[in-house]
């Protein structure tokens, strides 16, 4: 299994600038998630999905669209990109219930000048 | 979500035991204790979990005394690869979805 992955790992963009993040699972996972992470901070999340077709907002959701149209794939939308959506970008995936184990992608690293 | 606490870093020397300890005072009686584990430059990973008492795997130990209000991590005779950001998380196991992390503990091992 390949696991969590994430495309693409590095980007640069220019403000106001749309992108999209992909994020794909081989496990059949139900649960997946997107978290940034900014220097010195945690993880902090922004969507998830519990199911194909469900998607929910988590902490920091503003500039941000997903939707999950198969159980594997749960690609992160930046609208119109800001410098204040620099960061690290991670995906992550879990069988179900919380105290499942929770897979993470290896990230991808965003510029927005 | 019970709200955690722990250390922002720690320093151990190579061989040493490190104990990692998080305060979860207002923890919910179906609360798990999990940790994760991130290096730099990639994402978190799942090393152990808890409910009460004492856990082992290979990797560590976690202990967790009666009252359950704290747990602490155990890596036995720590390595330069052990270098990494140790975040301690507790949940709810019935109808929550979302695992937050805080800013963890970042662990430095010196040679």
């Known amino acids: 299994n390949a696991g969590v992955t994430q495309t693409p790992k590095f980007q640069v963009l220019k403000t106001g600038q749309s992108m999209t993040l992909q994020c794909a699972q081989d496990?059949?996972?139900?649960?997946m998630s997107w978290y940034r992470q900014d220097p010195g901070m945690g993880l902090r999340l922004i969507h998830y999905?519990?199911?194909?077709?469900?998607?929910d907002q988590g902490e920091v959701p503003n500039g941000y669209n997903v939707s999950r149209s198969t159980t594997e794939d749960f690609p992160l939308r930046l609208l119109s990109a800001a410098p204040s959506q620099t960061s690290v970008y991670f995906c992550?995936?879990?069988?179900?219930?919380?105290?499942?184990?929770?897979?993470f992608g290896p990230g991808t690293r965003l510029l927005v000048l | 979500l019970a709200k955690t606490t722990q250390p922002i870093s720690m320093d151990s020397y190579e061989g040493q035991e490190v104990n990692i300890t998080c305060s979860h005072n207002?923890?919910?009686?179906?609360?798990?204790i999990t940790w994760y584990q991130q290096f730099p430059s990639q994402g978190p990973r799942f090393i152990i979990q808890g409910y009460k008492t004492k856990v082992t795997n290979e990797v560590a130990s976690l202990f967790i005394p009666a009252d359950r209000k704290s747990s602490t991590l155990s890596l036995p005779r720590v390595s330069l690869s052990d270098t990494a950001v140790y975040y301690c998380?507790?949940?709810?196991?019935?109808?929550?979805?979302?695992?937050?992390f805080g800013k963890g503990t970042k662990l430095s091992v010196i040679p």
């Open positions: 207002n923890i919910a009686t179906n609360d798990y």
């Open positions: 999905s519990v199911g194909a077709g469900i998607t």
């Open positions: 992550a995936s879990r069988r179900g219930a919380i105290q499942e184990t929770q897979y």
């Open positions: 998380l507790s949940y709810s196991g019935a109808g929550s979805y979302q695992l937050t």
């Open positions: 496990m059949n996972h139900e649960y």
